[in-house]
């Protein structure tokens, strides 16, 4: 199992941005059945968005779409460092 909750702005900060990273097995809300479930939840103030592993993705699927994401995320910032020295 794994469940971590990341806070994105400092603890002064009003805003309420996080990150949530689960894979582990949930319970159903009647107690009936236990599921396993992987997602990455991406949260800032009042918009939020979650990426899971549906039943369709393979864990390999999964994994490559987070090294997408990872990927376009370093790109985006080093375009924006990039642009802030001009």
């Given at each position: 199992?794994?469940?971590?909750?990341?806070?994105?702005?400092?603890?002064?900060?009003?805003?309420?941005?996080?990150?949530?990273?689960?894979?582990?097995v949930?319970?159903?809300?009647?107690?009936?059945?236990?599921?396993?479930?992987?997602?990455?939840?991406?949260?800032?103030?009042?918009?939020?968005i979650?990426?899971?592993?549906?039943?369709?993705?393979?864990?390999?699927?999964?994994?490559?779409?987070?090294?997408?994401?990872?990927?376009?995320?370093?790109?985006?910032?080093?375009?924006?460092?990039?642009?802030?020295?001009?």
């Amino acid at each position: 199992m794994y469940n971590k909750r990341t806070w994105l702005n400092s603890e002064d900060s009003d805003s309420t941005g996080s990150v949530v990273a689960y894979d582990g097995v949930v319970t159903t809300y009647d107690n009936d059945e236990q599921l396993p479930w992987t997602y990455l939840e991406i949260a800032d103030c009042r918009t939020k968005i979650r990426l899971h592993r549906t039943k369709d993705d393979t864990k390999e699927d999964f994994i490559n779409k987070m090294k997408l994401l990872k990927n376009e995320i370093e790109l985006f910032v080093n375009h924006l460092e990039k642009e802030e020295v001009k």
